[in-house]
């Protein structure tokens, strides 16, 4: 077992990545105050993976919520239905909620243990490679509005992280694919090394290669905790971290949430920023091509998708949270493995850059099959 530390002083929590650690009953009860339990999960991940929590919790007083699953239901109504069980059984204020699941349900699970009696105590045990990666740790909390995603939440950070490469097992390839396009975020804005790693071993990774998988958990994990203790409240380069987000928020909400997952929408969202890098002479189109040979590779897509235009997408992004006093800041990259955030280009340029998204096969990627329909 790998064991990583989130560094906040005595907000510090542990994050551990290995095969079987939902057996692992000590690991969880040390984490676990008090004597009652909350477990929120959904109704793919519960039949897969709930016994095996319980089992570890057999001396504690549990309850569960079971959600609906889906990016859709990430919402206020599901949220209630939390607080619902939370009240209906009269849990108090030395609860423990344990987040079992994805980045949806560890999102809405984590701004629930945030918000009831101004905050109980939260464990993430994330069930998908994304979440492993990225939405489990840092404590940022949330639930979508359909104006906007992720815009009502808090941030929240939880006693541990428990991330188990065995319930990987369980995952759909495409969600597999969804979860790299965040390991590969971390390669592009500050991992030069890791990057040029993902380029040697992405055909271990989508062949499930356990050790191959486990290294890319723990570096993105690394990258993650380093930021996160540096600008725990996003003041400054943890913005960085939403590479591409600002395009794939636009795509995941203009499309209706749901339809695109979100690391898909992320990915197409990073080439995006990597051709407006490019156009505003910042990368060369050899990082470019490197940056979509890599997000093609890894099965995700890589041109914006036709059925949102470009009024659309400006639209949209005008609401991202990265929109300070009126302007648009956007995460762009100076390198392949060096990103910024910057409002140092004109409406044109954005406009332009997103009209090449549309055909970004054809300029660059004439040697790739385009992605098909998502
Ligand atoms: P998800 O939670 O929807 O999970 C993807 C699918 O996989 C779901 O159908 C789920 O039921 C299923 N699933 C989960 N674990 C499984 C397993 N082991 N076996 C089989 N099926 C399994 O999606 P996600 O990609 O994990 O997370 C995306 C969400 O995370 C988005 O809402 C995004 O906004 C959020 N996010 C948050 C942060 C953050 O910092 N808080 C960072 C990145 C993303
Ligand atoms: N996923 C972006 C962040 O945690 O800041």
Known sequence: MITLNVDLGERSYPIYIGDNLLGDKKLLQQHVPGRNVLIVSNETVAPLYLEQILAMLEDKHTETCILPDGEEFKNLETLNTIYDVLLGRKLDRNTTIIALGGGVIGDMAGFAAASYQRGVHLVQIPTTLLSQVDSSVGGKTAVNHPLGKNMIGAFYQPKAVIADTATLNTLPDRELSAGIAEVIK??????????????QNMDKLLQRDTQALEHAIEVSCRNKAEVVAADEKESGQRAL??????????????LGYGQWLHGEAVATGMCMAAIMSQQLGWINTEA????TSLIAQANLP???????SIEQFIDLMSVDKKVMDGVLRLVLLKAVGHAVITDDYTPDQLITAIQCSYAICVIIMDHLAPYGSV
């Open 186 to 199: 971390y390669g592009l804005i500050r991992d030069l090394p890791f990057f040029e790693w993902l380029e």
């Open 241 to 254: 971290l939403n590479l591409g987000h600002t395009f794939g928020h636009a795509i995941e909400a203009g």
């Open 288 to 291: 470019v091509k490197r940056t």
């Open 302 to 308: 890589i041109h914006a998708p036709n059925d949102l």
